[in-house]
């Protein structure tokens, strides 16, 4: 593959390159390329929000280009500002390590062993002293950070924002010149951040990086970014099960999107099937499954999606669930009381009732019995509730 086809095959999908006619002259060089991603192990579980930009850098592994994967177990601990309304919540050393080997078992499910590079940013930042600090503070200014938009938005309203805050672009930034990246990935909401790994790079005598931006995926509300604090997620390493019933609750209209970044589909069988979706020559309820099947594939092995579209079926014909089954759609409450949910959900007058009918061995998630009356949240998204032989609910995020 010539250059500029290789360019062209790697930037489809792409939401922003910047500069936007440089990665055919840098591949035409005739070296990989270095192509940095930076997570921070926030959370436990790698998302299929997470896994959009993953698949794009395995891409760049199979084209022969080195991956080098930031864990960012030191960046993880200052917070990231970007997005934020407010100050994240810090973490403990002890917290961000537990994340941290977790989500490399998820990375493991995409990235290629080959041509890869995994470098924790405590290596560079832990070790950096005052002197250091000071040199990289002065790589950037007040007035610059003050252009951010989630900066700018919470100065304006006397929001709070700490020094830490403006020093998390900056140590991201310093990431990209340890590691000499010539490329840097993100989700749309990290461009200001990529882009400071630009200046920051360029002020240590390096060449700048190239900046590739992935759209942000929505969540399976079908309205806010997947995220692991507001539960509309799935997780590369859910079950089968669990995977396949999150996936059809997704609402019609975030389809195309989860088509295009997240089934897995080649680029002519994405296109197909968005074609027909748009002329109603394929009914949506089809669509869902054969997207609901397709991701359940990708992450446990050809044919496993087919065995969890049995399942679901099973839940809903052998527990005689109508075809027209309530949809409940969950608070953010995490975990749920089952008791409360029973009643929101009017599958039960009260909560005392609920309370009865889980004592009583009358409430199953998916044809299996509950007894707890705390769930977490993640556990009742895209699952089917019931009380009793007649009366169902389809559990979906908010």
Same mark, same amino acid.
Request: proline residues 5%; without cysteine.
């Given at each position: ?91 403990? *050393? ?34 950096? &002293? ?12 007040? *007035? ?20 830490? @805050? ?17 490329? @840097? ?16 790079? &360029? ?37 089968? &099960? @669990? ?46 499954? *054969? ?17 969890? @579209? ?33 009643? &929101? ?54």
């Amino acid at each position: 593959m010539d250059p500029a086809e290789q360019a062209e095959e790697l930037l489809r999908g792409v939401d922003t390159f910047l500069p936007d006619e440089e990665l055919t002259t840098r591949i035409a060089e005739g070296r990989p390329l270095r192509v940095k991603l930076g997570l921070d192990p926030t959370a436990p579980a790698v998302t299929l929000g997470w896994a959009v930009v993953l698949h794009k850098l395995r891409q760049f592994q199979d084209l022969g280009h080195v991956a080098v994967l930031i864990v960012g177990d030191f960046t993880a601990q200052v917070g990231d500002p970007s997005g934020r309304s407010q100050a994240r919540p810090r973490l403990t *050393a002890e917290e961000v390590e537990g994340y941290a080997e977790s989500v490399l078992t998820g990375f493991s499910k995409i990235l290629s062993k080959d041509n890869l590079e995994i470098r924790r940013n405590s290596e560079w930042l832990q070790p950096m &002293d005052m002197a250091g600090i000071l040199e990289l503070t002065a790589k950037s200014t007040v *007035a610059q950070m003050l252009e951010r938009d989630d900066f700018a938005k919470r100065f304006a309203t006397n929001e709070p924002i700490s020094m830490m @805050e403006f020093m998390y672009p900056l140590l991201q930034a310093y990431d990209s010149v340890a590691v000499e990246a010539d490329i @840097e990935m993100g989700g749309t909401d990290q461009l200001f951040n990529l882009m400071m790994g630009r200046q920051v790079q &360029d002020r240590y005598g390096q060449r700048p990086q190239m900046v590739l931006t992935m759209p942000l995926l929505v969540g399976t509300d079908g309205v806010k970014k997947m995220s692991q604090s507001l539960g509309n997620y799935i997780g590369v390493n859910d079950g089968p &099960d @669990e995977m396949f019933g999150k996936t059809m609750s997704i609402p019609d209209s975030a389809m195309p999107q989860w088509f295009t970044l997240a089934s897995g589909m080649g680029w002519d069988a994405t296109v197909k099937m968005l074609s027909g979706l748009a002329e109603k020559s394929i009914h949506p309820g089809e669509a869902k499954r *054969a997207l609901a099947s397709g991701i359940v594939d990708l992450y446990h092995g050809t044919g496993q999606g087919a065995g969890a @579209e049995a399942t679901f079926d099973r839940q809903f014909r052998d527990n005689e669930a109508p075809s027209d089954i309530a949809i409940h759609r969950l608070a953010t409450d995490d975990p749920v009381h089952i008791p409360s949910l029973l009643r &929101d959900a009017e599958l039960v007058s009260s909560g005392a009732e609920g309370r009865r009918m889980l004592e009583q061995g009358a409430v199953k998630l998916d044809g299996e019995r509950v007894t707890d009356e705390m769930l977490e949240r993640s556990r009742l998204v895209g699952s089917v509730i019931q009380v009793g032989k007649r009366r169902f609910a389809f559990l979906e995020a908010d």
